[in-house]
């Protein structure tokens, strides 16, 4: 009986705390946030509809004009907006066919201009491209609160076919605001970082499948992730990186059937945003069916003052959070060797174990949790990593990074807890205070039939009684 109830007791936290498939897209496909509320793309200002920040949206870029969104801002905050764009899988296009998104105010002047595009690969997959109004930046314009405008546009060139062209493309936009510190903080960047690029962790590898989309990006921490890619896909993978804390990544790419040869221009790439989702740095290779490794370049520690430097690599590394790593692999892949999957191993390394204080700001950001590592993200990346549930609000085996105490925790619950405790912890870290729950019914449970157990030696020894 006590057996039973335990086990309905897991199956049902299993159900709740699996989390549902955000945004689930077609193989190859992008998986759109299904939160994100649809706005019509506006061919002029007058009819721009608002995006706020905070908020998630989704809206279809048309082949040719410029299609317009609206901002209300304070004076104080740095606003950022992403505009990541979709080719419909199968389209064809051009390497330089993309997308350039420009932030301007009401007056018509420029805050900031961005471009992103396909790349060598020739393959159609998500591309991102931002804009930015940076408080207190100096210039007399882009610095008064009052309306703002996002206007977004499609970058083809005179190689697109028809059918590229004439396609309209989907688009998710964001929009956060990054808080102003509470007292004047540093006006330049800092001093240039050791050039070398971190060593990726050696050794196997995990399975960490990844997800379709920013939305649904799997956490992962530090170590070895392997997941299967067909060509024409793209995985997400969010890692949580703190202040002062530095990453470096790299894509391996398994080798192809003996059978097959050829070489494909630009097959994999590895690409990193910040938690703004604004792009950082992108590595892609070529691929010749034998095994090859995209690494992004060196990268500086997380620090505020970043945003003053010149690179994109540097001043990219301006906020903690959650960064995210796209992989994808070019479809014309499956020209050369198959339809595949293909084995990737995506490896993490996050330097600089103990965080190290922020900047003070004056208020809250939006969202709340964008630019900051939360005990929450620490300990989905930690499962990531481990497998292991860990307290609530607190990291796994209850220390930075360790995973001692979780393992003792999964190995009390008698004869088969650490696996039950492993089963609920891969269902999601949105199911904590639930799998809080669960574990006190099984203890409750597990007393109820220890004092059962007692009741029972007692009247046999004690007939009367």
Not at 193 to 222: D, K, N, T
């Amino acid at each position: 009986m006590v057996r039973g109830a335990v086990a309905a007791v897991a199956a049902g936290a299993l159900v709740a705390v699996t989390p549902p498939c955000a945004g689930a897209a077609e193989p190859g496909g992008y998986g759109f946030d299904p939160a994100g509320r649809r706005v019509t793309a506006a061919p002029a200002t007058t009819t721009a509809q608002l995006l706020e920040p905070g908020g998630t949206y989704r809206s279809s870029l048309p082949p040719d004009g410029k299609s317009y969104y609206r901002l209300a801002l304070d004076a104080v905050s740095t606003t950022y907006v992403a505009v990541t764009a979709v080719p419909p899988p199968g389209t064809e296009v051009a390497a330089s066919d993309g997308i350039r998104v420009a932030l301007q105010d009401a007056d018509g002047h420029y805050c900031s201009t961005d471009t992103a595009s396909i790349g060598g690969a020739r393959s159609p997959r998500p591309v991102t491209a931002w804009g930015t109004r940076e408080a207190g930046n100096g210039r007399p314009a882009c610095k008064d609160a009052g309306t703002y405008y996002v206007a977004v546009e499609r970058l083809r060139t005179s190689t697109s076919s028809a059918t590229a062209s004439g396609v309209a493309w989907e688009l998710e936009l964001t929009a956060a605001a990054e808080a102003p510190l509470k007292r004047p903080g540093p006006t330049s960047a800092p001093e240039a970082e050791p050039s070398e690029s971190l060593p990726p962790p050696a050794g196997p590898a995990r399975r960490r499948p990844g997800g379709s989309g920013f939305a649904s990006a799997a956490p992962v921490g530090e170590g070895a992730w392997s997941a299967t890619l067909a060509p024409g896909q793209t995985l997400f993978y969010k890692v949580p990186v703190d202040w002062g804390q530095r990453l470096s990544a790299t894509a391996e790419l398994s080798s192809a059937p003996a059978t097959t040869s050829g070489l494909v221009s630009g097959a994999l790439g590895l690409h990193l945003s910040n938690p703004a989702r604004v792009p950082v740095d992108d590595a892609t290779v070529s691929y010749g069916g034998t095994p090859k490794t995209a690494a992004l370049d060196a990268l500086p520690s997380v620090r505020y003052a970043n945003r003053y430097a010149v690179q994109d690599s540097v001043s990219g590394m301006r906020v903690a959070g959650a960064y995210y790593l796209a992989v994808h692999l070019s479809e014309r892949v499956a020209e050369r060797f198959g339809a595949g999957p293909f084995e990737v191993t995506l490896r993490v390394r996050v330097a600089g174990a103990e965080r190290q204080p922020g900047p003070e700001y004056a208020g809250p950001s939006v969202p709340a949790d964008a630019f900051r590592v939360t005990d929450e993200d620490r300990t989905a990346a930690a499962i990531g990593s481990s497998g292991l549930a860990a307290p609530a609000g607190g990291s796994v085996g209850g220390s930075e990074g360790g995973s001692e105490g979780g393992e003792a925790a999964g190995r009390s619950g008698g004869s088969g807890g650490g696996t039950a405790m492993k089963a609920l912890a891969a269902g999601g870290i949105g199911g904590g205070t639930l799998l809080l729950g669960v574990l006190g019914a099984w203890t409750l449970l597990a007393r109820r039939r220890a004092a059962s157990g007692a009741q029972t030696r007692v009247r046999a020894q004690n007939p009367t009684a």
